[in-house]
């Protein structure tokens, strides 16, 4: 427990010092702390008679939370590596944030991992670059990413922008309502390949079939190794958010 909560703060400051404010990575730096006060309060009082009772009534419930936990985490690593070269009729690029005009890390390296899945296998008719105009950002995100496109040589002809989103059910409903007026077909009915960050994919993908999208496949795109703590774990509450959401609403 000590030895996780120290591991956790000294991420939190390695991760701000390296690449600043980082969203979620807070909140590992909280549990840390009190990973670290639960320690020294263990300690303290294992002995105590009335803090015994509270903890072995505590105890199952936090072995089912870890439980759950490791469970979403397994299925969101398993999934990441889903990295589909199927022909598709789309391919769809979600953001992931801009400073200014310029990329985020993340932004880029999908960026550079769709560029590349799209010259090396030539099996995509169009490309959709989704992502409106957020706080801090000069421009959207989608004129970002097509800027990109254009400067390593994809045709204009080629490019789709959906700049309107400001979440991934938006990426996927605006998208979505983009391929249904390009093509004339139900989006149902058009092959679909969403490429996204490595963490993301899974949730991606459901999205999707939520909005009605059926033949779809995942291109999961890498990430900068420091930030799998941080975006793996906020995942996790993304994911089980968007399962509740699909069946309470």
């Known amino acids: 427990m000590m030895i996780t ?9 390695m991760l701000t010092a390296v690449m600043g404010t980082v969203v979620f990575s807070k909140y590992l730096l909280y549990c ?3 990973l670290i006060v639960f320690y020294f309060l263990n300690k303290r ?28 985490e397994s299925v969101l690593v398993g999934y990441s590596f889903v990295k589909n070269t199927d022909d598709a009729d789309y391919l769809i690029i ?3 944030g801009l400073r200014g005009e310029a990329m985020t890390m993340t932004l880029r390296h ?40 254009l400067s390593m040589g994809v045709k204009q002809n080629k490019i789709i922008k ?20 390009h093509s004339n077909k139900s989006v149902g009915d058009v092959a679909v390949k969403l490429a996204t960050s490595n963490f993301h994919s899974l949730r991606t993908y459901l999205i999707a079939k939520k909005c009605g999208y059926k033949n779809i496949t995942s291109y999961g795109c890498r990430i900068n190794p420091i930030f799998i703590p941080t975006y793996y774990s906020r995942e996790f509450f993304a994911l089980v958010k968007t399962i509740f959401d699909f069946v309470y609403k």
């Open 5 to 13: 909560g120290i591991l956790l703060i000294i991420y939190y400051f």
């Open 32 to 34: 840390g702390v009190l």
């Open 45 to 72: 009082f294992k002995k105590n008679k009335r803090y015994k009772n509270i903890t072995t009534k505590i105890k199952p419930i936090l072995i089912f939370c870890a439980t759950f936990f490791i469970l979403i």
């Open 94 to 96: 979600l953001g992931a």
């Open 110 to 149: 999908r960026m550079e991992d769709s560029y590349s899945y799209y010259q090396n296998y030539k099996n995509c008719k169009y490309i959709i670059v989704s992502g409106g105009q957020g706080p801090g950002e000069s421009i959207s995100e989608a004129e970002a990413m097509e800027r990109y496109l």
């Open 162 to 181: 959906e700049d309107k989103s400001t979440s991934t059910y938006e990426n996927l409903e605006f998208s979505k309502k983009i391929i249904e007026k």
